[in-house]
């Protein structure tokens, strides 16, 4: 989890992450949206096709709109918003300052129809932080795997290096 919004965008084929500890079903041209601290896992998933992954900069948009914590639903599903996210990553590529004013503002009509459609709920700040009190609970475990361990990824597993111990498959 991270306070950054990401969007999981399954260009062609499909793709299988995770949010909210629940599996997670992407064909082509679905939007996975992670709100603000969500759960979430998109690394070494099975993806056959073109996958990009987003992570909208709060400084550009934030699921904190005046007093309220907006949280939007997970699985979109709409052409509109699939076409807005093939602009983004056209106008990537070109990388010219012309283009990434074009990005932000399909980014913005993006996040328009997002705020029209798919608001889940609406809550206010003590609301919010119970949501997520769930993440929290991960924070001493994640401290001491990133203070006394290295994860390493060959042979298609994922293995953890503690300092006193050998290799462990997860």
């Not at 499909?14 to 949206?33: M, Q, W, Y």
């Not at 998933?45 to 709060?58: D, L």
């Not at 004013?101 to 009509?109: S, V």
Request: proline fraction near 2%; charged fraction near 30%; aromatic fraction near 14%.
């Amino acid at each position: 989890w991270h306070e950054e919004i990401e969007l999981q965008y399954v260009v062609k084929g499909e793709a299988f992450p995770t949010c909210n500890l629940e599996g997670v079903s992407l064909k082509e041209r679905d939007i996975l949206f992670v709100n603000s601290n969500e759960l979430h896992c998109g690394n070494n998933m099975p993806v056959k096709g073109e996958f990009y992954c987003f992570h909208i900069n709060k400084a550009f948009f934030s699921n904190q709109i005046g007093d309220e914590h907006i949280i939007f639903e997970n699985l979109i599903r709409d052409r509109r918003c699939s076409g807005l996210l093939d602009k983004v990553i056209t106008c990537h590529r070109q990388g010219d300052f012309k283009s990434r004013i074009n990005a932000a503002g399909y980014l913005y009509d993006f996040f328009r129809i997002l705020a029209e459609e798919y608001v889940k709920t609406a809550t206010n700040e003590s609301e919010f932080k119970k949501s997520f009190k769930r993440a929290d609970s991960f924070n001493d475990i994640v401290k001491y795997i990133e203070e006394t361990a290295t994860l390493t990824y060959k042979n298609e597993r994922w293995y953890v290096t503690d300092i006193d111990t050998e290799e462990t498959p997860l």
